[in-house]
């Protein structure tokens, strides 16, 4: 596609449910970025994506989150034992790595009740 | 880690006049710094980047300065239109251009008076 697609768009989910966004980035772009948002914040790092493997998973804040590219290209976020605290924009961004910029997509906005 | 720190978080001008906006960051070995443009219920957009090799790089209407040695750059919008409004963020990368995880600003909220 033309640009980097995230799905879905809202999710609304109860504390404690399991929950999986998926991020499908630029064709051809190998790295592949995710970030959180809170509301009045900027972006914050999680994980990136270099191929298939995670080559900085330092943003994670705790276990229970956990991504996944397994053939390179799309990836999944996978939120375990969701909290509140979780609500957030979750944004994904592909490129092509090296001295290049990225580009974002629109956010999957997950709200915990 | 990288601190970036962004002012002001508000900021509004006439339209026609001009727009700066100012961050500072902490990680002397930072050497990428782009600037991104978010609209209300869409991702941020990348809309200029320099790198540490490059003091000033202008595109149209936008420029950007970096000050190395005071660990300072600062996003310049001239003859600003309604169609600049929105939040900007500026960012850092101690990895250099973009290859690892940014380091953002909390954002400053243009608006543009007409």
């Known amino acids: 596609g033309a640009g980097v697609s995230q799905t879905p768009s809202n999710k609304v989910t109860e504390k404690g449910k399991y929950v999986e966004l998926r991020c499908d980035p630029i064709?051809?772009?190998?790295?592949l970025y995710w970030y959180r948002q809170s509301l009045g914040q900027g972006p914050e790092f999680l994980i990136y994506?270099?191929?298939?493997?995670?080559?900085?998973d330092s943003g994670l804040p705790n276990d229970r989150f956990f991504a996944v590219r397994p053939e390179g290209s799309v990836s999944t976020l996978k939120i375990q034992r969701t909290e509140r605290g979780d609500s957030a924009v979750y944004l994904c961004?592909?490129?092509?790595?090296?001295?290049?910029?990225?580009?974002f997509g629109s956010g999957t906005r997950l709200t915990v009740v | 880690g990288e601190n970036v720190e962004q002012h002001p978080s508000t900021l509004s001008v006439q339209e026609g006049d001009s727009a700066v906006i100012k961050c500072t960051y902490s990680?002397?070995?930072?050497?990428?710094f782009p600037w991104y443009k978010q609209e209300l219920g869409k991702g941020p957009q990348l809309i200029i980047d320099?790198?540490?090799?490059?003091g000033e790089k202008k595109d149209q209407r936008i420029a950007v300065t970096l000050n190395k040695t005071a660990k300072h750059f600062s996003l310049h919008i001239t003859e600003t239109q309604p169609e600049d409004s929105a939040v900007y963020f500026c960012?850092?990368?101690?990895?250099?251009?973009?290859?690892?995880?940014?380091?953002f600003g909390k954002g400053t909220h243009l608006i543009i008076q007409p």
């Open positions: 961004a592909s490129g092509r790595g090296g001295n290049y910029g990225y580009t």
């Open positions: 064709s051809g772009h190998t790295a």
């Open positions: 994506f270099q191929g298939t493997g995670a080559a900085d």
């Open positions: 990680d002397s070995a930072s050497n990428y």
């Open positions: 320099i790198r540490s090799n490059v």
């Open positions: 960012a850092s990368d101690p990895a250099g251009g973009g290859a690892d995880g940014l380091t």
